[in-house]
């Protein structure tokens, strides 16, 4: 007989499940960005990606409600893409000071589109990438068919060190900007030095910097003053601090025109609905304009890692909005994320394989809509919850 496909993946869960490891989806029956209701109690959330509160900014709801259609209806090449496509992307563009944007409905269609394109393009290509990458960069490399070479987390000279090993093949150097895992900062500059010494090209995931860090928000590649010929290749989400869904890649003309052209992500989907285009576009504009809420969330996060110094507990050095609390093993991790829900806070705990073994933890998360109280509140409940054994560790 035929092994089975579907017996072979029940067996796969159950031993997740015994591992410790079982992934869950919980459902939110109503949230404002601070506060969630979920099976009929209110929770206190520590978990959204909604960094500058903007999901339920009265203006970005206002601009979805307005569109006067919902789907697009058809992919962008057949009849899909709309007046609210084409203007986003050149807000877009012009946000993050590139000649063309172009829209994809996800950050992982976005990355397979680029890496489809880019590394499909010339046999032999390299994929150079950060250890710590998103899924999306990795597994946009995989199924290019690239070799794929990584170097440690945050390493510019390990990327050096992984081309050098390939001279003469065409290269893609591909990094998160901030690290979704992490909440740290690629050493972006360093990079973009090597890369033109090199004669490779720079790709740059900002799903997590984008509306955050930099003047305007415009993300870490302009934080770091890097224009588009030191990072040819831009890629951004807008559900995370934009508050709406969807992502788009940002560069020359050339390299968007490539994308329309060859990109099977976004030739074989059907476009974005045109009323998050119109809402993104607003979400947009107020995220340009909110330093007060770049200064509160920074403000939130110094005062957390203030108190969970005075705690012991064990974070890494990040100043981004991502605050992960290092646990070491996924059933400690489970426990305190468990025991922060009995107090009425929600804290995801976040285990391998999406984090390396024995680095679980809790992926704290902040957005400008939280008050200082909650702030104390979590920290309270961090004490109570996370064990002696916990602290103080040295987090490698």
Not at 107 to 131: E, P, Y
Not at 191 to 217: F, K, T
Request: one cysteine or more.
């Amino acid at each position: 007989m035929r092994p089975s496909p579907l017996a072979a993946l029940a067996a796969a869960a159950n031993k997740r499940e015994a591992d410790g490891l079982y992934r869950r989806l919980r459902t939110v029956e109503a949230g404002d960005g601070r506060q969630a209701m979920v099976d009929g109690r209110r929770y206190l959330v520590f978990g959204s990606n909604d960094y500058l509160g903007l999901a339920h900014h009265p203006d970005v709801v206002a601009a979805l409600g307005r569109a006067v259609q919902a789907g697009s209806g058809a992919a962008h090449l057949v009849n899909g893409h709309t007046r609210e496509h084409a203007a986003l992307e050149e807000t877009l563009a012009d946000w993050t000071g590139r000649e063309k944007a172009l829209l994809f409905s996800t950050g992982m269609m976005a990355n397979a589109g680029v890496m489809q394109v880019l590394l499909g393009s010339v046999a032999g290509s390299i994929s150079i990438q950060d250890r710590l990458n998103h899924a999306s960069l990795i597994d946009g490399a995989r199924a290019a068919g690239a070799e794929l070479r990584r170097y440690p987390h945050g390493d510019a000279d390990g990327a050096a060190r992984q081309l050098a090993l390939r001279p003469g093949h065409a290269a893609l150097v591909s990094t998160d900007g901030v690290f979704s895992m992490d909440g740290d900062i690629a050493p972006l500059a360093e990079l973009a030095a090597i890369c033109r010494r090199e004669g490779a090209l720079l790709h740059v995931d900002d799903a997590h910097g984008l509306g955050v860090v930099g003047q305007r928000g415009a993300g870490s590649v302009a934080a770091a003053k890097l224009d588009v010929a030191d990072v040819p290749v831009l890629m951004g989400t807008l559900g995370k601090a934009l508050g709406t869904s969807g992502a788009f890649v940002a560069g020359s003309a050339s390299l968007i025109e490539g994308l329309v052209q060859f990109a099977r992500s976004y030739i074989y989907t059907t476009a974005m609905p045109p009323a998050l285009a119109a809402a993104s576009r607003v979400a947009i504009g107020v995220a340009q304009a909110a330093d007060d809420r770049r200064a509160r969330l920074a403000n939130l996060v110094s005062r957390f890692r203030a108190g969970a110094g005075q705690l012991g507990l064990a974070l890494l050095p990040s100043s981004t909005p991502i605050q992960p609390l290092i646990l070491g093993e996924a059933r400690l991790a489970s426990a305190v994320a468990a025991a922060l829900a009995a107090e009425g806070i929600l804290a995801t705990a976040i285990r391998p394989p999406t984090v390396p073994v024995g680095k679980a933890r809790l992926r704290l998360t902040f957005s400008a809509l939280h008050e200082p109280p909650d702030i104390d509140r979590l920290l309270d409940a961090l004490d109570r919850a996370v064990p002696g054994t916990a602290r103080d560790r040295a987090v490698q």
